[in-house]
């Protein structure tokens, strides 16, 4: 319906302009060729139908006021004229539908709050993760792994990390090690966590075009507080982690609980992560949701989750094309 109204308002504003200026008795091909007026009068089916000049529909035809008269004269152009005017009909449309798409857009900055991931989302943890969990291992006497696999364990919360790192037959040995990790990892995060590039430009942004921003992790809520106050401080609201109350993700709990901190809807704020796990609880609580390209998890499994949009740079929630 969007569509169709923006098409005839535009086309009665393109052919207005194209006919208001058009003397009375010549069409639109008139404009085009000086001598179309002359070759349609004199056209001789017309002078065989309509012997007396008044009844000629190019003698009838007024002076354009009307852009509803107009919208009936549109028929009546030349084919390559018609051509060109739907060319410029439809380019005119696009610009301005392009207005409420996702590519290009202000939808961003009209959002009123931001929830993200941390792990693979606000920094690049995966260096302190991994030398927490190989320590414990060692320490419990279980092989190590290196970075590249650890990266395949992250974003389910640190049990399924543990559980992943010693695998199905060590399972009775999982709450031991997972205590060991949090002795390990709380001295490792402080080294082995850089924010990505662009991440804190992009957080102040969105703060000063006063939004709202908060991170919901599936990290121990102790560690994902610490982090969030070390490394981002005055541009993060609410930092919330896996503990009492918060189950981790895709529990639509944590997102839930911030949406009620913050008093706002569900539609006016988005998730934005780099799992599975954040566009799952994203759906679940109501919330758009954005997925990033460049953590810890396959882009086209996050494509399947049908997200509203998919980023392969943190500034591209602020940065929009110009109109």
């Not at 792994?145 to 199905?168: C, K, N, Q, W, Y």
Request: some cysteine; proline content about 7%.
């Amino acid at each position: 319906m969007l569509v169709l109204v923006l098409w005839i308002v535009l086309w009665l504003e393109f052919s207005s302009q194209r006919w208001n200026h058009q003397r009375s008795g010549v069409n639109a091909a008139a404009t085009f060729c000086p001598h179309a007026r002359q070759q349609l009068v004199q056209s001789p089916p017309l002078s065989h139908h309509f012997p007396n000049s008044k009844d000629n529909p190019l003698s009838s035809i007024p002076r354009q006021k009307s852009p509803w008269r107009n919208l009936l004269l549109c028929c009546k152009k030349p084919p390559i004229v018609r051509f060109f005017s739907l060319l410029r009909i439809i380019w005119m449309i696009s610009r301005i539908l392009s207005l409420s798409v996702w590519s290009g857009c202000d939808c961003f900055r009209l959002m009123k709050g931001w929830i993200f991931d941390l792990d693979g989302t606000l920094v690049g943890s995966l260096p302190g993760i991994a030398h927490a969990l190989n320590s414990a291992l060692r320490d419990h006497h279980f092989p190590e792994h290196p970075e590249s696999m650890v990266r395949t364990f992250i974003g389910d919360g640190v049990e399924t990390l543990v559980a992943r790192a010693l695998g199905s037959a060590q399972s009775a040995h999982i709450s031991a090690v997972v205590a060991t990790f949090r002795i390990h990892y709380a001295e490792s995060w402080k080294t082995g966590t850089i924010p990505y590039p662009l991440v804190l430009e992009t957080l102040a942004a969105l703060r000063k075009n006063g939004a709202k921003t908060a991170i919901l992790s599936n990290k121990p809520h102790r560690f994902t507080a610490e982090i969030a106050a070390a490394l981002f401080g005055e541009w993060i609201d609410i930092a919330l982690g896996e503990g009492d109350g918060i189950p981790h993700k895709p529990d639509p709990t944590g997102i839930q609980k911030i949406l009620q901190l913050w008093n706002l809807p569900a539609e006016e704020v988005f998730m934005v992560g780099d799992s599975v796990m954040d566009l799952q609880a994203a759906a679940a609580a109501g919330v758009p949701s954005i997925a990033v390209t460049w953590g810890y998890h396959d882009a086209d499994r996050l494509r399947s989750e049908n997200p509203a949009k998919v980023i392969d740079c943190m500034s591209d929630l602020i940065e929009q094309p110009q109109m």
